[in-house]
């Protein structure tokens, strides 16, 4: 046998030589193109972190906001949604008897866990018909987090989810969900997206699906086949099996395996294999689901069955967007996966009774051993017509089932739960449900034969190093392993063939361990995966680590294994990620040379994308040449297509950059190339990986100890060079982890550097081609080496060694981890090289060490050639810890670097400083400046050496000078400005701080504060001091500020410490002579400035100044119509806005004045058509700038999700400004709207965030410093807010120092120029709230009742007693005054709590506004600019100071000369600006001069001013997002508010605004329904079969379903007729200016409150069957918007559906228009027309009614007359003799009056017959 095999062997080494012969062709095409780039190299490419990226827990909070739904399937339903995400469970309250409910309710979800798992959770919506008992699915919708997530702004906003019904998909839409769906992790900004503003929407448009997915998604099947799996662990962890294996002994498999598959949500599962650990099952399973799906991985588990618990074994995800291509036409293909092994990866496999990594199996963190592998297939299959076989299935079960006797499985015996499910449903039903289906099927049989070929894996230990001491006791041998080759626990041995496969695919065991040794005897190669078992010693300068010595003789391995040969896979996979890796680096090397030179940096990235675009072409010609005899599956052959696509596609991108004609930013090309990085990294990532990944595991007297996982790609030799992995054949260091969850702070436990090397056995010979030369091979003595095939020695001996002697330069640190509680860390470094240690010293209380040492390595022996040395030297590992006086020393970071060789025979360069970054764990942890030298100690001349600078007292080596940085001297100006926030230290308040600047061994201080509590600021206001900065800005030191806090008996404590990394912004230019002013005057002609504006944009036209106010007496008050001014235009600016066009200025006066007069006539009768309920309030304004954003962010960027709860539509009358309060979403389907001329609004601006993120922070004039304390050393505290203590307030300023040493500029330090003196101040402060969105559910039932908390220093404003029950989206409308004095009080925390009757109030949020830096603001943030100046009515000027008067005191201020005001312009500094300045009320009034509004104008363009250049705050809302501190980083909320702001000194303002809510105004709906037509007949007669009807009416108004009314019942009507004449009287409370109606109720009987809510007016009316005994009968709806609803028809005839189903926007009218509304409308049941009802509305309002009051039914006042109805229209149950004459008499009288008569006669027989004997006999007798 063993003769054949080899002879075998032969014959296919030469078939693969032919092979690799033609690859090696083809290849040459790549090789050229990158060749130039990879020289020969010997180690791997450096990581400077130490372990890649650790899963993490992390915080998510899933928001879900269920709007409405429409079209639901299903008569007269009570609708009601459920919330599932896992296992919990939310839900909506229920509404009555509509098809189109209206829920507006708002749900969050918190997770916490990695993002692995949090993608993993479905969310499942449910809409069901609420019954008494039990509830019934009307239809559903899932969708996965992740799918979420990958959503821009990881939401979907204001999207329609498609409701359909799992149990039967044939039967198609079951109805539209309106939702919100967001998803935000700690961090994630919740970002705005646009809101449709349209009132008619298409649903199919808008579907909750992502971009790029079609509207119409058909029904699939996912069908996932289970094979077989091979190499399972025999090992079953339950305790029972330990105990049978102790009796029978370990000859079988105690193993019972089987599949689950989990998609969608749902699960199938195989049949259970009983003992066998390489089971064969042969079944698919089916799930069901829209195409393409919402839920994007496949869960694949197998688990072992026990006799207790099952067990999971291992997890693979497989992600459907890496296995399907979604593009359009032949591009895109369908998920398909094999038929191909996935690899399973777990816990290790030791035979220990409870695994303690059991969740690796569950697939929590990376799995640390092979578990097996599975044999899969996934296809998918489009049903056309519903869930139809198609052709696929069908010919699927011809191949299943040729022969009738399937043989059962082994497991089939035991009833499992699949299949017991699987026979109580019927067939039919199977194929409809969304139900999974588990079958067995036949195996096709090209599918089965793939021809396992040898691998080879080889491996050479050059260093085992920095081996933690713990383990180091015993002895230690490292194994590596492929699968379960080299697996000594329980594997195959590395040198046996493991299964020998027979001809009928079963494995059958062949030669286990007894076969190795005569196979290492024919062979003579020592195949074995682990090194031998040495003791490790201690290394040199630090006792926490050991080492291996492995000097000359470095230790070998070599491991035989046997694969499919799919390498093509993972060749073409490392071609396109070594694209991407030159592309990377050559994107570094870019952003380094920017630095340098703009120039060169474009170049560079010229060449760059030319190369790309090379390599492009060169793989694209090697997949088209691709041999077709390999086993290709289908996904191969399209990936393939794949590739070749996208990388065309980039590729042309690239061609289109580089050959640009118009010249493209360099920051955009680097955008586009990272773009291109990110894709080609998504395709390179293979998913039919078929080799598993290489383990290495470190051994401690046979325990396993730590390990590292090589992915077999990186090592996978190919003779083409950029098909190589990127490590094969090189050595490269790994640092070995724990398996499982790690401890925090820890180390690392080893760190071996290895040469590895993976192929196939054909390429053998050039296992060792890359091993650095000088080795000679050392073969164990057993062997004889006759017939060696592979050579594979056991030992490489490195016989030449060479002295080398290092230096660490170890300069300086900046950015570190704070270790210790004060905030800062005592930092001193470790350096670890080869298997020596040595430590800086340490510096004590800093986050930015400069150590300025030098650490020198003596003598230190390295093997092999100098020159690889010197090339290719071995790696150095830096660790920074903290020191701590008591217990060892804690670890915060490490980095790796490679040293600069220099030889003996070179002349000596010294190396220059560069920034190495420092990682913790999954923590960034700041930068090391240094760098590291390794020189060759000459044997002639030992002392040869460059020379080193002397040391100091303690034989401490400083860096040398020509490595330091040269220094020249600065100046540093620094600010002090004060102290905010201070929060206790060491349980005392701070009461006497003081200020220490330092940077690089200088510094300053500031004055000591006398009393933190009166007056926190500094008395001296500047210092300055001088300081030696390295001329390389680059390489500038950090600058501390710490705070210390002076106590009694001059003791100081630390309170907290800031430090800045980066100096850059703080340099200061040197300022030249005073500016030239140019002489020349800038002339601003407003009349000609651009549709482009400002904020003064918003005035197309202007108010005038007390002219033209028109009044129009309205019955609640006044309604002042402002005119307009067609003259006055806007100044140009920023954001684009609209502005009407303007007439010239050529135009008459004359002109003008008709034109005013005629806009009058028009106002005021545009007002008098509009039902008279509206007076232009503070909300006009309000909802008008909300439309006004609407309409440019729809033109230009997405907005916030906020605004939609505000406005849903656009409105074009001066009454409609708004039609939905910011609660309510509804979009109002219907309004009759004409265009009218409507006055303009003045409005503000709405800020989609807070004021500051607009203002740059109000930083103009100082910054804010956080101030630090505490650790944040792991990732709970890293970025919390706990560490801040407190903030100071200053600034810097940094310039070289003068040649002259002139102190001061103009007599004062620079960075004192334009600084407020810092005195306290007194300020009236107002605060405005006015609503709040998406609040966070305090109470257990989903709502909160929130209420407004202020606090400004010790004032505290509660207003507890305004709270707003039950609701999440509360307008507020509150203001508030407060006194204060700054600095004392200068910072505004805005609290929402939530009100309890029982227990505390608990917090919903809180926002923070630093009023301090916006009083002091050159943007003038105290009270913002209004974009109209108007002197009364809404828009009243609301600031003290005119804005005349602010502009002298801008002008003053900044040193500006003016303003000079001239009729028609004002002049100020070199700009003129010419505006209109003189106003006319009538024509007969003398003109009045004014120059606020030109002023006005100015000031909203006073950034363009020269010399000033600040844009100053309009007038504004912003909102700001609110915090708990509980769950730091998550939005709980927005609030929607302003702040305004008044010096004491100033003239005080006017009253404040008043923005109190609107209230709502009472109406009577009084609806009279007078006849109904064609009404369906449900009832037949018993006796005739005649049908009938007993109708009757029932309506009411949405929300007040308490408020039912019903009419009586029409008995017995034959034709669908109906008269009723009866009247129905609805009050209800309503927002005309919202259309929305006001609902005030308890939601259930144990409500204390009741709750109001908004929703469109919306009236229902329905007809009935009238039933005596059983329930009645629902017949048909009919549901009118009040707003806008179809014009009624003016007869039965006219009436039919398509008047209400096909309406459009003009033909609909609103009942607060018409008043009054009479005609027929048709009544609807699941789109047929059920009949027809006449009626009339009348609308009154709640004073009307008072006044002409009427009565309900047919009572006084007002009575109607009774109905006429016909004879027949009575109850049975009432009146059965009437029922007997209608129904019997009337159509059976002939019938009955003979009966009658035949039954007299029949009556007087029988009597006759009866009483004839008698008579006889009694004549007889008688006589």
Known sequence: GDHDESANLHHDTLGRQEEGEEDLMNSDALSNVSGSLSPKRKRAKLVTRIHGEEMKSQNYQIAITIIEARQLVGENIDPVVIIEIGDEKKQTTVKEGTNAPFYNEYFVFDFVGPQVFLFDKIINISVMHNKLIGSMLIGSFKVDLGTVYGQPGHQFCDKWALLTDPADIRTGVKGYLKCDISVTGKGDTIQATQKTADTEEQIEKNLLIPKGFPSERPWARFYVRIYKAEGLPKMNSSIMANVTKAFIGDSKDLVDPYVVVMFAGQMGRTTVQKNCADPVWHEQIIFKEMFPPLCRRVKIQVWDEGSMNDVALATHFIDLKKISNEQDGDKGFLPTFGPAWINLYGSPRNHSLMDDHQELNEGFGEGVSFRGRLFIEIAVEILSGGAHESKFSSFIKDIKLPSKDFKAPKGKDKTEKAGEDRKSVSSSDKMNSTEVEVEPFNVPSEIYEEKPEEFLLFGTFFEATMIDRKVGDKPITFEVSIGNFGNITDGVSAGVGGKKKTRDGEAEESLLHEGEEEISHDLGVPLISTTPPEKPLITGGNRNYQYLPYHERKPCICVKSYWGNQTFRLYSSNTLEKMADHLEESLEQVKDLIKVSGIASEEKMRMTLNDFINQSRAFITIAEKKPKGLNYTALDKKRLMLLKQELEAMSSDAKGIVQQQKKMPLDEMMRETQSFIDKIHFLADEPQNTMPDVFIWMLSSNKRVAYARVPAKNILYSPAKEQRGKDCGKIKTHFLKLPGKRPLGWTVQAKVDIYLWLGAASYAHSIMENLPVGYETELPFNTNSGHSVVPSPACLLYKTPHLFQLRAHMYQARGLIAADSTGLSDPFAKVTFTSHCQTTKIISQTLSPTWNQMLLFDSIVLHGNRKEIAQFPPEIVIELYDDDAVGKAEYIGSTVAAPVVGLADQNYEPPKLSYHPVYCGNLSGGDLLATFELLEIPESDP???????????????????????????????????????????????????????????????????????????????????????????????????????????????????????????????????????????????????????????????????????????????????????????????????????????????????????????????????????????????????????????????????????????????????????????????????????????????????????????????????????????????????????????????????????????????????????NHSVKVLIRVYIVAAFNLSPADPDGKSDPYIVLRLGNTEIKDRENYIPKQLNPVFGRSFEIQATFPKDSLLTVLIYDHDFVGTDDLIGETKIDLENRFYSRHRATCGLQSQYEIEGYNAWRDATKPSEILTKLCKDYRISGPFMRPGEIQVGTKVFKGQTVFTEDENEEPVESYEHLSLKVLCAWEEIPGAGYKLV??????????????????????????????????????????????????????????????????????????????????????????????????????????????????????????????????????????????????????????????????????????????????????????????????KISIFQQKRVRGWWPFIKAGELTGKVEAEFHLVTAEEAEKNPVGKARKEPEPLEKPNRPDTSFSWFVNPFKCLYHLIWRNYKTYIIIGIILLILIVFLVLFIYTLPGAISHRIVVG
């Not at 509804?1226 to 265009?1235: A, M, P, S, V």
């Not at 109906?1618 to 919202?1634: I, K, Q």
């Open 943 to 1317: 002392d040869r050496l460059p020379p080193l600078d002397p040391p100091d007292v303690g034989q401490i080596y400083p860096v040398p000078a020509n490595i330091r940085p040269v220094l020249s001297k600065y100046r540093v100006e620094v600010l002090f400005w004060g102290v905010r926030e201070l929060k206790k230290v060491q349980l005392l308040s701070v009461d006497r701080p003081q200020v220490l600047i330092e940077c690089a061994g200088k510094g300053v201080k500031s004055s000591v504060i006398q009393s933190y509590k009166k007056n926190p600021n500094f008395s001296g206001l500047a210092d300055w001091f001088e300081v030696e900065l390295p001329e390389n800005e680059l390489l500038h030191p950090p600058l501390s500020i710490c705070v210390v806090d002076w106590r009694a008996f001059g003791r100081s404590t630390l309170v907290g410490t800031h430090t800045i990394n980066y100096l850059k912004q703080f340099l200061c230019k040197t300022q030249l002579g005073p500016q030239a002013t140019p002489n020349r005057l800038d002339s601003v002609e407003i009349e000609k400035a651009s549709p482009e504006s400002s904020q003064a944009a918003e005035l197309t036209r202007e108010e005038p100044f007390l002219a033209d106010h028109i009044y129009v007496e309205v019955e609640q008050g006044k309604c002042t119509v402002v005119e307009p001014d067609p003259y006055l235009a806007t100044l140009p600016g920023p954001e684009p806005e609209h502005s009407a066009p303007e007439p010239g200025k050529d135009r008459k006066q004359k002109d003008m004045k008709k034109s005013i007069r005629q806009s009058t006539k028009r106002r005021k009768r545009t007002i008098a058509d509009e039902s008279a309920e509206n007076v232009i309030d503070w909300w006009s304004k309000y909802y008008a700038s909300v439309l006004k954003m609407q309409k440019v962010s729809h033109s230009a960027c997405p907005k916030p999700s906020w605004m939609s709860n505000v406005v849903k539509q656009t409105s074009d009358h001066i009454a409609l400004i708004i039609e939905e309060e910011p609660d309510k979403k509804k979009k109002d389907k219907t309004l009759k709207r004409k265009q009218k001329e409507t006055p303009n609004l003045a409005t503000l601006q709405i800020y989609e965030g807070d004021l500051e993120s607009e203002f740059n922070n109000f930083e103009d004039w100082v910054k804010t410093f956080q101030l630090l304390r505490g650790k944040s050393n792991d990732e709970v505290h890293a970025d919390s807010e706990d560490r801040i203590i407190g903030k100071f307030k200053g600034s810097f300023c940094i310039y070289p120092s003068p040649e002259d040493g002139s102190l001061l500029d103009r007599g004062q330090p620079r960075i004192l120029q334009g600084i407020p003196p």
């Open 1514 to 1707: 309009p007038e504004h809302i912003e909102s700001r997002p609110l915090y708990h501190k509980d769950k730091p980083g998550m939005e709980q909320g927005r609030v929607h508010m302003w702040v305004d702001m008044f010096p004491k000194d100033m003239p005080l303002p006017g009253p404040p605004v008043d923005i109190s809510p609107r209230k709502p105004k009472g109406y009577e709906l009084r609806v009279i329904i007078w006849n109904t037509e064609d009404v369906i007949l449900e009832d037949e007669n018993i006796f005739t079969g005649q049908k009938s009807s007993d109708i009757y009416v029932k309506g009411w108004i949405k929300g007040l379903e308490e408020d039912k009314q019903e009419t009586d019942v029409h008995y017995n009507s034959l034709t669908g007729e109906g008269n009723f004449n009866w009247r129905f009287v609805f009050p209800f409370y309503y927002l005309p200016a919202e259309k929305q109606m006001v609902i005030s109720k308890r939601e259930n009987i144990f409500s204390l409150e009741k709750t109001e809510r908004k929703i469109p007016a919306e009236l229902v009316l329905q007809v009935w069957d009238f039933e005596r005994l059983s329930s009645d009968d629902f017949l048909g709806t009919l549901e009118l918007n009040l707003n806008g609803f179809p014009r009624a028809a003016k007869t039965a005839k006219g009436c039919d559906l398509g008047m209400v189903v096909a309406a459009s926007e003009e033909n």
